[in-house]
């Protein structure tokens, strides 16, 4: 065990509540997402060559070309999501299943539903965050027709990026009240926003520049 990273019980719980620390410090976000953040062996989603580097506050590669997103980007995302222990979410991009288990922390894990494009991506993140103890529904194929018995969903959150907006067919499946929460736009110019579905329209809250993969 040579992974400097490692405390001395050979476990990575120091490092991980060094980074926790580290984005309360630099983030305004309820301490809810950080204790998420504390609870999730981020390390365990990782790939083993890269787990060393698992609480640095960066993305990473998951292979198939895809990455994991960077702590304190889920931890923002998981605040703007807004939502309770019993709420229903729907997440669109599995990757490794990091996110959707620090969102599960938050509404309990069975109350998670996320879709992953890539099969083998999919098989593996469903089994590891089961390995992990986390119920998250997780299926292969494209956010936009997933779920379609599961509706209304509370939230839904897309860790790719639409170039054109969140499809319609996402927003129509999340409630009255609910929140989406997404990059979109084109490579080098995306944004993350929070849409808000009204009775009368979607509000948009625009929170700065991000940098996700493409949605397919
Ligand atoms: N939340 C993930 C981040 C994964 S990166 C994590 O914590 O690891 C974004 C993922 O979105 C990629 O795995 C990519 O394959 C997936 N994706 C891209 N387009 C998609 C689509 N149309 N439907 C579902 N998943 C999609």
Sequence with gaps: MDDA???????YDTARRELVADLRRRLDVDERALAA?????????????????????????????QTISAPHIVALMTDLLDVEPGDRVLEVGTGCGYHAAVVAEIVGSENVYSVEYVPELAEAARERLHWLG?????????GR??????????????????????PDSIVDR???????????????????????????????????????????
């Design 5 to 11: 990273n490692r405390d001395t019980a050979g476990n």
């Design 145 to 166: 027709t997933a779920f379609p018995d599961e509706a209304a969903f509370d939230a839904a959150y897309l860790t790719c990026a639409p170039a054109d907006g969140v």
């Design 134 to 142: 986390y119920d998250v529904v997780v299926d292969a194929g494209d």
């Design 37 to 65: 953040i504390e609870s999730v062996p981020r390390h365990a989603f990782v790939p083993e060559d890269r787990q060393s580097s698992a609480y640095a506050d960066r993305p990473l590669p998951i292979g198939h070309d």
């Design 174 to 216: 999340v409630r009255t009240g609910g929140r989406v929460v997404a990059p979109i736009g084109p490579a080098g110019k995306q944004r993350l926003v929070r849409l808000t579905v009204g009775e009368e329209g979607i509000g948009r809250e625009d929170y700065g520049g991000v940098r996700f993969v493409p949605m397919r």
